[in-house]
Structure formats: structure tokens, C-alpha cells
């Protein structure tokens, strides 16, 4: 939630040239605490629409379907399925407010953006991501990708880590690198 909160915050500086107008989160209820997540709280806080879909639910397990060829099939249709749901209710959003929106940010979405979402953002969507980018394993894919990226580098040996923002492409956490945070 605090990322939401910081570009909330942010946008109603005087200066800035952008503003927040809807949150859509992948999940309501944080399991470790039974809460509501904090970018809910921080939306009613500051007054900007939300709506919260349950992508666990709708999408099922990721690590679950890396079991098999068909089971990971199965999941990207659930997902395909999903951004597409999200990608209508953004689109009525739209409408009943008389605007269209120029970026979408991803920030803790840990779904596969696929379908009319990624084509309906295509350049216009981007990712915070957890950990750096800049690391390559075999095969020339990025080494620390994934919901796990902070651990998975930290346990492979790295000493530090660092967010990085990344354009979102049809790959997981593969798409350009447009900044990386301070060491």
C-alpha cells in the first residue's frame, strides 16, 4: 500500500503532472493479518475509486501450475481471462468518467498481463519491481524475476538488491529497465 500512498501523495503536490484516479488491486484481504490491504485503506483515505478483484481466486496458484505443461496452460488462460475482466472494468471506469487513462502502473500485481489488458496499455503500462533486473542467468533471461525476486537474490548470493520500473511486455519482468533504485 505504500506505494499507492507515495503516488497518491506525489500527484496532489502543486507541481505535479499527473494524478491517481482509480486503484485496482488483484486482492482485498492481506492472509497474514486478515485486514484489509493497505492501498484499500489509503484509497478510502484519499477518496480515489477502488476496486478489488481476488486473482488468487480467479487465476489459481503460479507455483502450482509450474507442475506441468498443461497445468501452466490452464493457469495463463485463467489469467487471460482475468486481465480481460480488469480490462473492462477499467474501461467503464473510463467511461463513466468522461476520460481515458494514460498509463497504467503495476506495483505488487503478481499476475501475467496478457490479452486485452497488455494491448490496451501496449507502451502505456509499467511495473514496479521488487527486486534488480540488471542480473542475468542461463539462457540470457533475467535471474531475479517472479514474486520471490528479493529472496531468490539473496539467497543466490547477491549482498544488495534494488526496485526496478520496467516497461511491461508479454514476458514475465522481462520488458525494458527505465530506472533501477539507488544502491
Known amino acids: 500500500g505504500t506505494n499507492f500512498r507515495e503516488a497518491v501523495l506525489a500527484s496532489r503536490i502543486p ?11 488483484d486482492k482485498e484481504i492481506d492472509k497474514s493479518t486478515g485486514n484489509r490491504i493497505g492501498a484499500l485503506k489509503y ?22 501450475s509450474r507442475q506441468s505443461a498443461q497445468a501452466m496452460a490452464e493457469y495463463e488462460e485463467r489469467c487471460l481471462a482475468f486481465n480481460t475482466k480488469l480490462y473492462r472494468s477499467i474501461r467503464e471506469h473510463e467511461e463513466r ?3 481515458a487513462f494514460n498509463l497504467l502502473l503495476l506495483a505488487g500485481y503478481m499476475r501475467l498481463v496478457r490479452g486485452d489488458l497488455l494491448r490496451g ?27 520471490r525476486a528479493v529472496y531468490n537474490a539473496l539467497a543466490g548470493g547477491e549482498e544488495r538488491t534494488r526496485s526496478s520500473v520496467i516497461m511491461v511486455d508479454p514476458e514475465t519482468d522481462a520488458g525494458p529497465i527505465l530506472v533501477s533504485g539507488p544502491w
Request: charged share 25%; proline share 3%; with cysteine.
Open 121 to 147: 496499455f501496449k507502451n502505456r503500462a509499467i511495473n514496479l519491481h521488487p527486486a534488480e533486473l540488471i542480473s542475468f542467468g542461463e539462457g540470457g533471461r533475467r535471474k531475479y524475476t517472479g514474486d
Open 43 to 64: 484509497a478510502s483515505q484519499f477518496e480515489v475509486p477502488a476496486l478489488a478483484f481476488n486473482g488468487f481466486r480467479e487465476c489459481g496458484s503460479y507455483e502450482k
Open 15 to 25: 507541481s505535479a503532472n499527473f494524478s491517481v484516479d482509480l486503484l485496482i488491486t
Open 97 to 99: 468518467k468522461g476520460f
